[in-house]
T-cell receptor, first 116, second 114 residues
Framework: GAVVSQHPSWVICKSGTSVKIECRSL??????MFWYRQFPKQSLMLMAT?????????EQGVEKDKFLINHASLTLSTLTVTSAHPEDSSFYIC????????????FGPGTRLLVL | AQSVTQPDIHITVSEGASLELRCNYS??????LFWYVQSPGQGLQLLLK??????LVQGIKGFEAEFKRSQSSFNLRKPSVHWSDAAEYFC????????????FGAGTRLAVHP
């Protein structure tokens, strides 16, 4: 149980294009999902908290117009990197918090984004 | 401000040796504490967690961790390391209330020699 999937697992895109990353909780409901960014050999940095049916809460320094988050259902959140640039290349990881076991987050396998 | 410190960036141990990974936190309230493991190119897998109760918690893959409030520590231990344990280990504090955001330490990269 407690499986979180991400799609795609990796993506290469041209500078200026937009990329959408999906995060799904497969066997539990997730009222809250989180999006993290991880640079090589570094820790995870929380980008935003996504709540089903409401606007995401962004961490300081994260551009909300750059990183669009939608959490339209209890099992799906999406992160769209708009007008991507090479500096957006990174490993993006989502996590989902079980609605009924709220202290624990389950992590997806991550999406590696490379912007050329 | 809340923070998590993992003092050791890299640790190398021989297979079969014991392991202890250090974690110290700074948080005003009673924390939720977690250890996660990340294999190369992978997401994070939860090893164990502490919310309350017995301060020695058992996790998966033979890992355990001990919460010591007086030292603000939550060190991870394993009595005998296997080559497959080579990975990056992250300690995290969950902030109580709100959405239970996680604050991660910088991570400790474990290498295992045969």
């Amino acid at each position: 149980g407690a499986v979180v999937s991400q799609h795609p697992s990796w993506v290469i895109c041209k500078s200026g294009t937009s990329v959408k990353i999906e995060c799904r909780s497969l066997d539990f409901q997730a009222t809250t999902m989180f999006w993290y960014r991880q640079f090589p050999k570094q820790s995870l940095m929380l980008m935003a908290t996504s709540n089903e049916g409401s606007k995401a809460t962004y961490e300081q320094g994260v551009e909300k117009d750059k990183f669009l988050i939608n959490h339209a259902s209890l099992t799906l959140s999406t992160l769209t990197v708009t007008s991507a640039h090479p500096e957006d290349s990174s490993f993006y990881i989502c996590s989902a918090r079980d609605t009924y076991l709220q202290e624990t987050q389950y992590f997806g396998p991550g999406t590696r984004l490379l912007v050329l | 401000a809340q923070s998590v410190t993992q003092p050791d960036i890299h640790i190398t141990v021989s297979e079969g040796a014991s392991l202890e990974l250090r974690c110290n936190y700074s948080y005003g309230a009673t924390p939720y504490l977690f250890w996660y493991v990340q294999s190369p190119g992978q997401g994070l897998q939860l090893l164990l967690k502490y919310f309350s109760g017995d301060t020695l918690v058992q996790g998966i893959k033979g890992f355990e961790a001990e919460f010591k409030r007086s030292q603000s520590s939550f060190n991870l231990r394993k009595p005998s390391v296997h080559w497959s344990d080579a990975a990056e280990y992250f300690c995290a504090v969950g902030l109580s209330g709100g959405y239970n955001k996680l604050i991660f330490g910088a991570g400790t990269r474990l290498a295992v020699h045969p």
